[in-house]
């Protein structure tokens, strides 16, 4: 059951942590689709702006032309009446009679288009004025009964008059797009002026990036263009400019975004990034916490794994114990000093075994708490070598092992704890004897190396995986022996070695192979 609940809870977190980047990476895609539309949107209207803005200014350039060499010429214009339009309202209820005339007339200033593109020399200048009358006459029989060439005076007259400005306004197109039409692009529009053109509404609607323009005439390149612009219909943005009276034209003007993405991802930047190191932040949490419910479900299995190996430690010598005292209680056995002898040496003995049991499981746990006493004196490591073979011996002589020493080093004396240190090497041989399926063959070297002296214990048997040699010092942890049963202990040897060595500022390590034994390694700082 408390292995369902760890994978579903797993799955659930992995199931919410893909869920969140997916969102990011949704609104990442989404926030840059929005910016490419707002982008092509706000370049549409100012590429509009500026065909607009081309238009006008030719314009009022031709209309501000006009206008001087009108006033230079120094006579009256020619009049001509082109429309008279005549409204006449009976109200016979109230005998009042509305008459309304409209006359359209046309000023020839005699200026040709000669004078601007000697193609046009049949265009003529004009301007437009109207003179409008409104007459009211209160008696209806006063002008039904009039005879002819008889002047009747109205009752009211209202006179107005003026130009018409929106027929200028149009005639002046009319006649400029005619004649800028056969003009050549580069008399309409240069290049510098487009780009101040173009530069100043992009800048307007807060597009502040490179950008390269160009303008073709039916498909094919003209000299309007900027440096480094290459055309491409995909990429480009284009709008038609110098439209004709037909509203057709030869002319495109085409603007290209070489720099468009980095553009638009810099508007994403502060967001984006935001957004990256919450998702960090998540991704480090979610990883803590997926690496601590590992560390709580391994140390839950060690711990099941410890009780079960101690309890097994245990287990043994209490047996042996029981069964040593029932033999001695027998009335045969009792009387059998050699036997009785040889029973209460077996309870010592298994005895000491739980004691030494119960007394590394306390190491550890004072040296988890630093409340283990380890005050250092000059020592010979040689000595402390032999007495931790002396403690081993009788365990050796039983597997009928054999320990031979190598003792290269010449300088010897180091600042250690004689008894745990003594302990360290009790631990490394024991576990040479143990991980020995034949008699153990044990080798002791020393040397020296700069200021330091290296022990090195090296054994016959059974050696260990690359995945254990990293783990072996780790507490509680034991590599499966495979067929090999006799192996017993609980993982908490190599653990306490570490901790003595480093409390003495060394180092250990183990060189191993699979089949071939294994060396450990101890690296002690000298006297100098």
Same mark, same amino acid.
């Given at each position: ?9 797993? =799955? ?13 990476? !949704?609104? @990442?895609? %989404?926030?840059?689709?929005? +910016? ?23 314009? !009022?350039?031709?209309?501000? $032309?006009?206008?001087? =060499? ?16 005549? @409204? ?32 046009? %020399? ?15 006459? +209160? ?17 009211? $007259? ?12 149009? *005639? ?45 005439? %039916?498909? =094919?390149?003209?000299?309007? $263009? ?22 057709? %034209?030869?002319?495109?003007? #085409? ?22 190191? @919450? ?6 949490? #979610?990883?803590?916490?997926?690496? *601590? ?29 029981? =069964? ?18 040889? !029973? ?12 030494? *049991? ?64 003594? +302990? ?10 143990? !991980? ?8 002791? @070297? ?62 250990? #390590? ?12 101890? $690296? ?5």
């Amino acid at each position: 059951m408390n292995k369902l609940f760890f994978r579903i809870l797993v =799955l659930l977190m992995s199931l919410s942590l893909i869920g969140i980047i997916l969102v990011q990476v !949704y609104w @990442f895609n %989404s926030s840059f689709k929005n +910016n490419d539309e707002q982008f092509k949107y706000h370049v549409t209207q100012v590429i509009g702006n500026v065909a607009d803005k081309l238009e006008k200014q030719e314009l !009022y350039a031709y209309a501000d $032309k006009a206008n001087k =060499l009108k006033d230079s010429i120094g006579k009256t214009p020619k009049k001509e009446d082109l429309l008279e339009v005549l @409204f006449i309202q009976k109200n016979k209820k109230t005998n009042k009679t509305i008459v309304y005339s409209n006359t359209l007339t046309s000023e020839d200033y005699d200026i040709t288009g000669e004078l601007f593109n000697k193609k046009f %020399s049949s265009e003529r200048f004009k301007s437009f004025s109207s003179k409008r009358v409104t007459e009211v006459y +209160n008696n209806n029989n006063g002008i039904d009964n009039n005879p002819l060439g008889q002047s009747i005076i109205p009752d009211l $007259k209202i006179e107005k008059s003026g130009s018409l400005d929106i027929l200028n306004k149009m *005639q002046q197109e009319i006649t400029l797009k005619d004649i800028a039409g056969a003009l050549p692009l580069d008399e309409r529009i240069s290049a510098p002026k487009l780009n101040s053109l173009l530069k100043k509404e992009l800048e307007e609607y807060g597009v502040k990036t490179k950008f390269e323009f160009g303008v073709l005439n %039916s498909g =094919l390149a003209t000299k309007i $263009k900027s440096e480094g612009f290459h055309y491409d219909k995909d990429a480009s943005y284009q709008v038609p400019i110098f439209t004709d009276n037909e509203g057709n %034209s030869n002319y495109e003007l #085409y603007v290209t975004f070489p720099h468009k993405k980095k553009f638009l991802l810099s508007e994403l930047l502060s967001i984006t990034i935001l957004s990256i190191i @919450f998702t960090l932040i998540i991704i480090v949490a #979610y990883t803590s916490a997926l690496n *601590q419910l590992l560390r709580q479900k391994h140390i839950s299995e060690i711990k099941t794994d410890f009780i079960n190996n101690m309890t097994h430690e245990f287990k043994t010598p209490i047996a042996t114990i029981n =069964l040593a005292l029932d033999a001695i209680r027998n009335p045969k056995i009792i009387e059998d000093k050699e036997k009785v002898y040889r !029973y209460l040496q077996m309870i010592r003995d298994e005895n000491k075994r739980m004691h030494a *049991q119960v007394e590394n499981v306390l190491r550890i746990s004072k040296l988890e708490k630093r409340e283990l006493d380890i005050t250092k004196e000059p020592t010979v490591i040689h000595d402390i070598i032999d007495d931790a073979i002396e403690h081993v011996n009788l365990i050796l002589e039983d597997r009928q092992g054999t320990v031979v020493k190598h003792f290269n080093a010449a300088r010897t004396t180091s600042l250690i704890n004689e008894v745990h240190f003594t +302990n360290v090497l009790v631990n490394i041989l024991e576990n040479a004897i143990k !991980y020995s399926p034949d008699a153990p063959k044990i080798e002791i @070297f020393t040397e020296n190396v700069k200021d330091m002296i290296l022990i090195k214990v090296k054994d016959h048997g059974l050696g260990m995986s690359k995945v254990a040699q990293k783990r072996v010092f780790e507490k509680f942890y034991r590599e499966h022996t495979g067929d090999l049963h006799n192996v017993k202990g609980h993982g908490l040897g190599l653990a306490y070695v570490k901790r003595i060595v480093e409390d003495h500022n060394g180092q250990v #390590y183990v060189e191993s192979e699979k089949g071939k034994g294994s060396t450990f390694i101890i $690296k002690i700082p000298l006297i100098n």
